[in-house]
């Protein structure tokens, strides 16, 4: 037998085993189903097997977050017909995004944020409260035990960028100081990095101050620039095969905390700069502030060689939850 008539011949039996396939699966199809029918609903049967293995989950709230996580995934598979080879793609994906992330980064709050993700979620469980502060993303880069500051000083600690006065006051919902509310700091240099992103174990840009007797804090700190989020990674790979840009809008980030209120994740964005592409979703109006440029005196009578700027923030907390 010839190659061609070789080939000719697996490929009728290859025919007519898919063929007798689909006769049996069409034999084996409930009453009144066709075959895609019978497809849908032996897929439709699976998520239910599946969401019906959560039934005895003692936690209830655990129960119904995994049994509608369950739902929409098995959704999703469903609408777009997903492949073995998108299924594993995902999974290296989602390892490799495993791999990155150590104690410096964190790479899975990093997709959440390109998803949009961490903003839906912040959202939700932060409605907007007369004059509270809004909140938006913590980003990857917080690092809890930031250096001490005190009042006016400076969590540059040595970062390249221009310098910047932060003033303003943190109060509650009625307008009363809130004394000793705790306010930790960080951003990004003025070459687009977060000290984390060094290989060394530098600690710059970032630091923590308590409010005075008034709710009153200053310090000095960088001008914010645009910075792109870490492309080295899968996520930064996610945002190129999808022709997204990975920058994000000039930012400067506080947590702010104090017993019986709320504790605030939020940011400052500097007005008249490109706000709308932010790679993370995290601008809000309310955030956006002017950052005056000077090359006069400073608050302080710091000497300061060339132009600096001045920003004001004024934080109202939301009272913590009762329950």
């Excluded at 943190?170 to 000290?195: M, N, T």
């Excluded at 947590?255 to 939020?266: D, E, H, I, K, N």
Aim: charged fraction near 25%; hydrophobic fraction near 40%.
């Amino acid at each position: 037998m010839s190659e061609h008539e070789r080939a000719l011949s697996e490929r009728e039996g290859s025919q007519r085993e898919r063929g007798a396939t689909r006769a049996d699966r069409s034999a084996l199809a409930p009453a009144g189903l066709s075959e895609e029918g019978a497809e849908s609903e032996r897929e439709r049967r699976l998520t239910e097997t599946v969401v019906a293995s959560f039934a005895g989950t003692p936690d209830e709230r655990l129960r119904t977050l995994m049994t509608a996580l369950t739902r929409h995934l098995h959704a999703f598979a469903r609408e777009v017909r997903l492949t073995e080879a998108e299924w594993a793609a995902a999974i290296g994906f989602l390892t490799d995004a495993g791999h990155i992330t150590d104690d410096r980064r964190q790479e899975f709050i990093l997709l959440s944020d390109v998803l949009g993700l961490s903003m839906q979620t912040i959202t939700i469980n932060h409605a907007a409260e007369g004059d509270v502060t809004e909140s938006t993303v913590l980003g990857p880069f917080f690092v809890a035990g930031s250096p001490a500051i005190g009042q006016g000083g400076d969590i540059a600690l040595g970062a390249p960028g221009e310098p910047c006065w932060v003033e303003g006051s943190v109060r509650d919902a009625g307008g009363r100081p809130i004394p000793g509310a705790l306010l930790e700091v960080w951003q990004a240099d003025d070459d687009g990095l977060y000290d984390v992103q060094y290989a060394d174990t530098r600690t710059t840009a970032r630091g923590h101050l308590t409010a005075d007797g008034d709710g009153g804090f200053r310090f000095w700190a960088l001008t914010p620039t645009p910075y792109p989020i870490p492309a080295d990674g899968p996520v930064g790979r996610l945002l190129a095969a999808t022709g997204r840009s990975p920058m994000r809008a000039p930012h400067l980030h506080f947590l702010v905390s104090a017993p019986g209120f709320r504790t605030l994740v939020t940011h400052i964005f500097v007005a008249g700069e490109s706000l709308g592409g932010d790679s993370v979703f995290g601008v809000r109006d309310s955030l956006v502030k002017p950052f005056v440029r000077s090359d006069g005196p400073t608050p302080d009578g710091r000497v300061v060689d060339g132009s600096w700027t001045r920003v004001r923030f004024d934080i109202v907390l939301a009272a913590a939850d009762r329950g």
